[in-house]
Structure formats: C-alpha cells, structure tokens
T-cell receptor, first 112, second 112 residues
Framework: QKEVEQNSGPLSVPEGAIASLNCTYSDRGSQSFFWYRQYSGKSPELIMFIYSNGDKEDGRFTAQLNKASQYVSLLIRDSQPSDSATYLC????????????FGAGTILRVKS | DGGITQSPKYLFRKEGQNVTLSCEQNLNHDAMYWYRQDPGQGLRLIYYSQIVNDFQKGDIAEGYSVSREKKESFPLTVTSAQKNPTAFYLCASIADDTGELFFGEGSRLTVL
C-alpha cells in the first residue's frame, strides 16, 4: 500500500505570515506530486504540481520537492484568511500509471 | 466551458436501496475516477476507468459498481451491499500530459 502522510493540523498562522505545509510519501519511485486546496463542502482544486527536485514558485505559492528525503512541501507567503482550507497532498507512485494517492490533508487556519 | 458535471449534488437514500450517481465530462479525457471522502479523511479510490468499456477496482470497491459505455460518462451505483454509504463522492478525470485531476463538484449521499 502506497502511503502519503500529512499532519492533520489545524495549522494556525496570523494573516500575512508564511504557512508551511508538509507531506511525506512512502514510494521512493514516485514521479509526480500535487497540492490541492479544498474548501469545506467543496471539491478539491489544483494549486500546484511539481515533478523535479527543488522549488517551483507560482505567485504566493512555492512547492518544494526533495526526492531523497521523500517529502514535498507547500509554502504560502502573505497568508490571507481566504487561504483557510484543507490542503491535500497527492502523489503518483511508480507503476501506478495515472492513479493518484492522496494524503488525509492539513487544515490551515489564517487568523486576521 | 469544459468540465465535469456530477448529479445530483445531494441525495438521500433509505437503507436497502441502490442509487446511481451521474458523472459527465466534456474534457475529452480518457481516464475517469470515482473517489469517496469521509469527514477528516483523504480521498479513497473506488473505481477507475482508463478507456471506454474497461474499468478497474480501486481500494474500496466493495458495494459499488460502475459502467463506462461512453467516453464522456462514468456513472457510479452505490448498492445496498455498501454498509456505510454516507459520504461525499467525487468524480474526476485526468489530463494525460500533466497528471492533473479535474474534479466535479461532488455528490453528497446520506443514508436515512
């Protein structure tokens, strides 16, 4: 069973701070990594995907991948109350074709 | 606009009844998926289909059935054999080039 682990939170940060969300995965051969945001009662929406080691930036969001340590993180700069949501990490393990394995998600609360 | 349409959004079922959740996509994606989400948990894969007339069981297929007669459609039937069907059900399709999952708005099933 391929696993993706996330701290369930809630992670509370003040408005304007940097929120750091972490995710570890068990399959060393995983190739594709995704961060989804899910508001309560809604379906997940893609924030970022990353395939290569290092950082990938998109606006206030930065995804960081370290395959040797088998973790992927998401940084949210200048956090806003509208960023309050559950953040789901997803991974495509090797030999899974195009099936994603999801973590349980981290609840983020941004306090104004 | 391209996307995935799920219906109904809310559904109530009496114990012992089968219900069918509809999922239609106009993204021209080959692969489609059904996930189940319970409160505080991540997404668990029920069934997936890579091409028309073919589908595979996911991690929690017991008590569910699917069909894939058309590329655009992937309905899920929750049978009376599913002992705890109350959950949020998400249909998705995948972009072959990026691996990004596109989700419908979800169907919330409640067993009375």
């Amino acid at each position: 069973q391929k696993e993706v682990e996330q701290n369930s939170g809630p992670l509370s940060v003040p408005e304007g701070a940097i929120a750091s969300l972490n995710c570890t995965y068990s399959d060393r051969g995983s190739q594709s990594f995704f961060w989804y945001r899910q508001y309560s009662g809604k379906s997940p929406e893609l924030i970022m995907f990353i395939y290569s080691n290092g950082d990938k930036e998109d606006g206030r969001f930065t995804a960081q991948l370290n395959k040797a340590s088998q973790y992927v993180s998401l940084l949210i700069r200048d956090s806003q109350p509208s960023d309050s949501a559950t953040y789901l990490c997803a991974v495509i393990p090797m030999e899974y074709g195009n099936k994603l394995v999801f973590g349980a998600g981290t609840i983020l609360r941004v306090k104004s | 606009d391209g996307g995935i349409t799920q219906s109904p959004k809310y559904l109530f079922r009496k114990e012992g009844q089968n219900v069918t959740l509809s999922c239609e996509q106009n993204l021209n994606h080959d692969a489609m998926y059904w996930y189940r989400q319970d409160p505080g948990q991540g997404l668990r894969l029920i069934y997936y289909s890579q091409i028309v007339n073919d589908f595979q069981k996911g991690d929690i297929a017991e008590g569910y059935s699917v069909s894939r007669e058309k590329k655009e459609s992937f309905p899920l039937t929750v049978t009376s054999a599913q002992k705890n069907p109350t959950a949020f059900y998400l249909c998705a399709s995948i972009a072959d080039d990026t691996g990004e999952l596109f989700f419908g708005e979800g169907s919330r099933l409640t067993v009375l």
